[in-house]
């Protein structure tokens, strides 16, 4: 997407890990991020990366952003365990965090997401992500729907990939 359809996806960010990688997130409040928990650890000390060293970009396009931010704190859920890339399937349910930013975004431009109830089983949804291949933009990925609600978890037939971590779902 370019130019005005691009606008509905500003508070969707890249978020910017140390020098160990990326994730999306997704502006939901002036100050507050949504993101993937274990976008918050390394997954060669499986230590919890340094809020500090996370940086916000809203709406990274082609080497620039709507807004940047630092991260303040970070809030992983209580319930979640970081297992790196050997853990139980079960752990998706719980891989959430919320990140607080060091100042809000207040510009207009960027409107914060609402939190919707979980999509139902069939609902159509889609996935707005830098995932590997498409770093410089958020994108929107192939619609997709809910295949089913498990161990409370939606699995979906969308196809993401490194990068998308984290991203927002859409239920259209």
Sequence with gaps: KTGVEARHWEAVGRLEIGTTGFCTGALISDVL?????????????????????????????????A???????????????????DADFREVANDVALLELSHPIRNGRIQPFAIAPRPVKGARVGVVSY?????????????CRVMARQFGMLVMSCDVNFGASGAPVFDF
């Design 67 to 85: 807004a940047f931010r630092n991260v303040r704190r970070a809030v992983v859920h209580p319930k979640y365990n970081y297992g790196g890339p």
């Design 131 to 143: 995932a590997q291949g498409r770093e410089t933009a958020p994108s929107l990925q192939q619609e």
């Design 33 to 65: 991020v949504l993101t993937a928990a274990h976008c918050l650890f390394d997954s060669r000390t499986q230590e919890r990366v340094d809020p500090k060293v996370i940086e916000f970009r809203a709406g990274w396009r082609n080497g620039s952003a």
